[in-house]
């Protein structure tokens, strides 16, 4: 009403520009009390809630039939029953969304037991293997929120980073904890985890598929030397390249059976040194980025017997 006071006008008379002019200002109040209320009741923020404006877009869609409506109500009051068939028919899509969605998120739900089982399961097979796949889930997660992954990506870098390792079940123990060098035989052994890990994967369905190759892709190489597929650059998944760089570091940065940790500054030095090899050098800056700004305590530096060589970061 304010609309039409401000432009002395009866509501009746109103044309399309002044009617748009009120539906927008009533949106702005309705949006504006309304933030209000949610960021004193829930802190929800300004951004968070601006995303839910779409509902407005319902709202523009069901006011010409309004106006028709409102216009027809003085001269025949049984106009007021037009909109009850849409009401019911809205009702009917409502409830069908509802349950698809319910299905969906059981489904959903069944999904994100079975990984977490699997990572149970990765954990009791091999201490080290477990413990490091969680760490190396708390790095990717924050490095991706750092690249401002959207929803799908971070679901799928999440279960990637909890599961890159997942495969390695099948690969015997003496082989993964072996304290020296692989063998040619026990290498190619070794390697075959990633295609392992994916058809377990891809055994659970739904969006499991998408982690799969995820997985898969977790030792492919900047420059192609890596494996199973030999992919270059770009052509390896966002999500994989994340894991590579976050996998490396906690390797180096943690005791493992073939050498002890590695101190952070030689670990930034190897990533450096492999950046546009082994890992995507954009990556590599944005992870040591974040490493930086998180202050970890650093390790001392072993002897230099310990220190990988450029190109052969084992993870």
Not at 46 to 54: G, I, K, N, Y
Not at 122 to 144: C, F, K, M, N, P
Not at 149 to 156: A, K, S, Y
Request: charged share 20%; aromatic share 6%; glycine share 8%.
């Amino acid at each position: 009403m304010a609309v039409f006071a401000l432009a002395d006008t009866d509501p009746q008379a109103a044309g399309p520009v002044l009617l748009i002019a009120a539906l927008l200002g009533q949106f702005a109040v309705d949006f504006s009390v309304s933030t209000i209320r949610f960021w004193a009741d829930r802190a929800a923020s300004v951004s968070a809630q601006l995303r839910e404006t779409w509902v407005y877009g319902i709202d523009a869609a069901l006011s010409p039939i309004a106006l028709v409506i409102a216009e027809q109500i003085h001269r025949a009051p049984v106009a007021a029953l037009a909109p009850l068939p849409l009401l019911w028919l809205l009702t009917v899509f409502a409830r069908e969304r509802h349950q698809r969605l319910e299905s969906l998120l059981e489904l959903n739900n069944a999904y994100r037991g079975t990984a977490l089982v699997l990572g149970d399961v990765v954990q009791a097979d091999d201490g080290y293997t477990g413990e490091h796949s969680r760490s190396v889930v708390a790095l990717a997660l924050a490095l991706g929120d750092q690249l401002g992954l959207d929803v799908e990506q971070h679901r799928n870098l999440e279960f990637g980073a909890l599961l890159h390792d997942v495969g390695k079940i099948a690969i015997p123990n003496e082989i993964i904890n072996k304290p020296g060098k692989l063998n040619p035989d026990e290498w190619k052994i070794i390697t075959t985890h990633t295609i392992e890990g994916q058809q377990m994967l891809d055994r659970i369905g739904g969006f499991m598929h998408s982690v799969g190759l995820i997985v898969r892709s977790h030792h492919e190489r900047w420059d192609g030397s890596g494996y199973p597929d030999g992919l270059i650059g770009e052509a390896i998944p966002l999500e994989a390249r994340i894991i590579t760089c976050c996998d490396s570091w906690n390797a180096m940065c943690t005791d493992r059976a073939y050498r002890g940790a590695l101190s952070h500054e030689v670990a930034r030095a190897e990533l450096q040194a492999n950046a546009g090899h082994q890992f995507d050098p954009a990556l590599v800056e944005a992870f040591l980025t974040l490493i930086a700004s998180t202050r970890q305590p650093t390790t001392p530096t072993p002897p230099i017997t310990q220190l990988p060589r450029p190109g052969v970061i084992r993870a």
